[in-house]
């Protein structure tokens, strides 16, 4: 369930301030709601740990003074670009959960983003924020009676791909 999603974030978190020797003083209790319906491959792990990654920076940011959020995040050693991946690294070090980063960067960004992961691109991916406004409107449809483990379509691509199928 959720919970071992808010402790793998927690517990990343952790090892980034102890590395970068940010104090973690305070106590504090996570909790978790969502709307989005399980096992339907809409996200809903990556959200929650996307999630818990944001209110763990809001926690403790001020308590070090040095400008919010996006300080702290500096002070770990991350900038927004890297988030993604963090969350992707927790999923699967931590949890063994087979996913891509896609669903990570709109989760970290939000709105609508241009995402390249072209060979040669620097850091192996680059996102850019568009206008919304470019988008038309949207419908989202999903079955819950075809419930299942995204992980299941997700590792044979995987797979697939790491054994240099150039279909994939």
Request: charged share 15%; proline share 7%.
């Amino acid at each position: 369930g959720g919970l071992r999603l808010l402790r793998a974030a927690a517990k990343r978190f952790a090892a980034l301030c102890e590395a970068a020797n940010v104090p973690l003083v305070s106590n504090f209790t996570m909790s978790y709601e969502t709307s989005i319906p399980r096992m339907v491959g809409l996200s809903g792990s990556s959200a929650i740990i996307t999630a818990a990654l944001r209110a763990l920076l809001q926690f403790y940011a001020p308590a070090l003074g040095d400008g919010g959020p996006a300080a702290l995040l500096a002070r770990l050693g991350l900038a927004d670009h890297d988030v993604p991946q963090l969350v992707l690294d927790v999923e699967a070090a931590e949890l063994g959960i087979t996913a891509g980063l896609q669903d990570r960067v709109i989760q970290w960004y939000g709105g609508l983003v241009l995402m390249d992961f072209s060979p040669g691109t620097p850091r192996g991916a680059a996102y850019m924020r568009m206008p919304v406004a470019l988008l038309p409107p949207l419908y989202l449809a999903f079955n819950t009676r075809l419930l299942g483990d995204s992980g299941k379509v997700h590792s044979p691509v995987r797979a697939r791909f790491a054994d240099g199928d150039h279909v994939v």
